[in-house]
């Protein structure tokens, strides 16, 4: 997906955001390294696969999503344009922290294009974009009446950064998506 479709505001002034901890080639994986999927979230490399297709010998990484109880097969030569990266570094971290406690852009416009954006957020890959996600939607958050279309996009949103944050610290995704919630509320009260 383009930055441009994704709705960031770097992408708007026309300046390209780097993509954050880029794997590189794919021969720099070892069994067990972590990999982030810009849809699926964080998942372990398992290894190298080749298969023949229609007479067309393919090499393909092996990836398993465990939460989704999913195993993705990803040809070697559209790792980049699949957007698979490493998880972010610790001083992404810091940086999404911040996102998660800064004011919330209010939504304008119907429903339908705000969830067409959020989605494209959540589902770019960049963790700076799914924090404003979480920022955005965390708003409502504690709210009963809450839409259920939020609701289901900002829980999608906590549960990516928080697994992210938790490889990245060696953590849980309990105890990282707690302090996601209690930097939002804190932001909030500020």
């Known amino acids: 997906m383009l930055e441009a479709e994704v709705g960031h505001a770097s992408a708007r002034r026309g300046e390209a955001r780097p993509f954050l901890g880029a794997i590189g080639t794919a021969d720099d994986l070892s069994e067990g390294d972590p990999v982030v999927h810009p849809v699926h979230g964080l998942g372990r490399f398992e290894a190298r696969e ?23 097969r990803v040809p070697v030569a559209k790792v980049e344009r699949n957007g698979l990266r490493r998880p972010m570094a610790q001083e992404t971290v810091a940086q999404v922290m911040e996102v ?8 304008r416009g119907s429903w339908v294009r705000r969830s067409i954006e959020l ?62 919630c209690a930097t939002l509320r804190a932001g909030r009260a500020a």
């Open 50 to 72: 080749a298969h023949v297709i229609d007479g067309s010998r393919l090499e393909l990484l092996r990836l398993n999503f465990a939460d989704r109880r999913l195993t993705l």
């Open 119 to 180: 989605t494209a957020r959540l589902n770019s890959g960049d963790p700076l974009a799914v924090a404003e996600v979480v920022r955005d939607l965390g708003r409502n958050s504690d709210r009963p009446d809450q839409p259920y279309g939020e609701q289901l996009l900002f829980a999608q949103a906590v549960e990516r950064l928080a697994g992210e944050i938790a490889a990245v610290e060696r953590s849980t995704k309990e105890v990282v998506a707690s302090r996601i």
């Open 100 to 107: 998660i406690a800064g004011r919330p852009r209010p939504g």
